[in-house]
């Protein structure tokens, strides 16, 4: 009766040791995403804080009134940015190992479909303070005041444009700086310009639906969800009213899309994030 329940204890005990050298290599993954993202987040928030209110008050990205207070969030932002930028990394090697394909393509775009269902409610808080600089209120009064105008359901306002948002920056980023299909160990994640290359060619393609995030996130909690099709639809009649000639009218759709210092920060942020990860897993 004692060697039997010797036996089972020892085997017990090589299961927990499985399962410890099974987690090992994810947890430190993981911890190495959220460094790259922590660091990434905190340089560039008075950039990310500037470019929502030139996109929701349709205004100049250089203008001083997009700089004012520029950590404001900030504490929100760590953790919603961290989360969305440092974990895009060892997500993308973990969907690599685990899903029935080798193609970056399909990994990219679980790891968008996650980021973008997990961290809604966090990025919405975030810009509901952005979009009210002039009031003086901590996360948590953010939260308790969009809980009594709309209920735990306008936490995820703007879900599914985010979702597909991040599912296309997802699959273009993953599939430009690793090729069409890449070994999950591999270290080969490209250089620096070709993952910045790869992240401006992700945010170009999912600026349009960035767009209609940023104008349903910035809508007043009083009215519905503004829906894609209103969205847009104003958006073509204001390129339209813009200029009679097509180069202005390109030129004002650019701006509005925030195709050139958004791409910018989003292509040199993932650059800088990737680099960190891959530094940070030499010393795992």
Request: glycine share 8%.
């Amino acid at each position: 009766m004692g060697l039997a329940k010797g036996r089972m204890h020892r085997q017990r005990a090589i299961r927990r040791i499985g399962w410890i050298e099974y987690l090992s290599p994810m947890i430190a993954n993981m911890s190495c995403g959220l460094v790259s993202g922590l660091a990434v987040t905190g340089l560039l928030n008075p950039v990310d804080k500037a470019l929502y209110l030139s996109i929701t008050k349709e205004r100049s990205f250089l203008l001083r009134e997009n700089f004012v207070r520029p950590y404001q969030g900030l504490t929100q932002t760590l953790i919603q940015r961290s989360l969305s930028t440092g974990l895009y990394f060892p997500l993308e090697t973990c969907f690599l190992k685990v899903l029935p394909t080798d193609s970056p393509f399909i990994a990219g775009q679980a790891v968008g479909m996650v980021t973008g269902l997990v961290l809604t409610p966090l990025a919405f808080v975030k810009y509901q303070i952005w979009g009210h600089p002039d009031r003086n209120r901590s996360f948590l009064r953010h939260c308790r005041h969009i809980l009594n105008r709309g209920g735990t359901v306008l936490f995820f306002r703007g879900t599914p444009v985010t979702c597909v948002r991040d599912a296309i920056f997802g699959a273009t980023y993953a599939t430009f700086r690793r090729g069409a299909k890449d070994d999950a160990d591999s270290k080969d994640t490209g250089s620096f310009f070709r993952n910045m290359m790869a992240a401006a060619a992700g945010t170009a393609l999912s600026s349009p639906i960035n767009y209609v995030r940023n104008m349903q996130f910035s809508a007043s909690l009083h009215v519905k969800t503004p829906r894609i099709v209103d969205i847009c639809s104003l958006l073509v009649d204001d390129v339209r009213n813009y200029s009679d000639k097509i180069v202005p009218r390109v030129l004002y759709l650019q701006r509005r899309l925030a195709i050139g210092w958004g791409t910018f920060r989003v292509a040199f942020g993932m650059a800088i994030g990737s680099k960190l990860y891959e530094e940070c897993q030499k010393f795992t």
